[in-house]
């Protein structure tokens, strides 16, 4: 028997680690408990989440949010020792790059139990930002690393870890699991709204936290507006940031934020995808759908290759030509991401890498 302890804190972490808990129940040999540090709080993951999301509840909540870097991360380290002395995993599971993410790896290191860090060799190559610092330091510390592509590898082995005491495993992209998943169980978050429509989200504090930013890309939004209908979940904190003196268009149809299974629709029935969030230039590719990244860097950089994506940063005539003038490669059949099978990858690995230790 297995035991793993999987340590998750945000709702995107649980969406992801759901595909590889519907794994584990396919295998009676191994055994999942699941910590949820609260690092994002949301009121909205109930029992009716976990239910409608067909995710395993967790064992443990430690309910540690709304605190600096330092605090938070220290009482994560701190709640999550804790609990692995307690109940003696054979691994720890952390997903990406959040706080909870580093928390959890630091814990398992300092008890000497071993780390699979999933999404491993990310890199930014932007040191400026949280997520950089979680995702390197989780991976030096970790045992098993799985890559969701050959960028992740080539970082990794570009940064020395062919000389380190760590497996990099090139398995897929979990997420692409969870959007086979729960496609068919995309609920539509605004009754009557037609198809075609431009998605878009913004969220990052590089573009909501500088009003120049904010204003052009708005701007821009604006202009399409004009011809295109365009869906703008808003975050609150979003909206309390938008320029006194900048009136959205009318097309531009601002929603108040959604759950994954109507973001799943709203990119199902979007006809292009305009956004800052890492995750969702990930989903436009799994759904078929052309991507407009409104940052300067991306850590998915197989999507710009492939010309899937397309980098244009936060200036409003860039964003619109693009818009208006670039062609997409429309070849979706292409396999970047692992086709689904992630999640088999990842407990295949850990029951190999057991029964071999279990030999010597």
């Not at 940031?241 to 108040?256: E, R, T």
Request: aromatic share 8%; hydrophobic share 40%.
């Amino acid at each position: 028997m297995i035991k793993i302890v999987t340590i998750l804190g945000a709702r995107p972490q649980f969406i992801k680690a759901g595909s590889v808990s519907r794994e584990v129940l396919r295998h009676e040999n191994v055994k999942e408990i699941i910590i949820h540090t609260g690092q994002h709080f949301d009121t909205n993951m109930s029992d009716v989440f976990f239910q409608e999301m067909k995710i395993p509840k967790p064992k443990y909540n430690l309910n540690i949010n709304g605190l600096g870097h330092g605090a938070m991360t220290g009482q994560m380290l701190e709640g999550i020792e804790e609990i692995l002395i307690k109940e003696e995993p054979d691994w720890v599971l952390v997903y990406g790059d959040t706080n909870s993410t580093l928390a959890g790896a630091l814990a398992a290191s300092k008890l000497h139990i071993k780390i699979a860090h999933i999404e491993a060799g990310l890199r930014s190559f932007n040191m400026k930002m949280p997520e950089e610092v979680n995702r390197i330091l989780t991976d030096r510390i970790s045992n098993l690393l799985f890559c969701p592509t050959q960028t992740a590898v080539d970082n990794l082995k570009n940064e020395g870890y062919g000389y380190f005491d760590a497996t990099i495993i090139k398995n897929g992209d979990v997420m692409q699991d969870g959007a086979i998943f729960y496609t068919d169980l995309a609920q539509n978050p605004v009754p009557g709204i037609k198809n075609g429509f431009v998605l878009s989200t913004i969220h990052r504090a590089e573009n909501t936290n500088e009003v120049q930013r904010l204003r052009e890309i708005l701007t821009a939004l604006n202009t399409i507006a004009e011809n295109k209908q365009v869906v703008l979940p808003l975050h609150p904190r979003t909206a309390s940031l938008l320029p006194s003196d900048l009136i959205l268009h009318p097309n531009i149809l601002v929603i108040q934020p959604v759950g994954y299974l109507q973001m799943v629709w709203l990119i199902k029935n979007a006809s292009l995808i305009m956004t800052d969030s890492g995750g969702l230039q990930k989903e436009a590719f799994f759904f078929k759908k052309p991507c407009i990244t409104l940052r300067d860097e991306t850590e998915w950089v197989e999507l710009l290759e492939h010309n899937f994506n397309v980098l244009v940063g936060a200036d409003r005539s860039n964003i619109i030509d693009v818009y208006e003038n670039h062609i997409f490669n429309t070849d979706y059949d292409i396999d970047l991401y692992g086709n689904g099978k992630a999640s088999q990858e990842i407990i295949a690995t850990l029951l190999t890498y057991e029964e071999k230790a279990s030999r010597q």
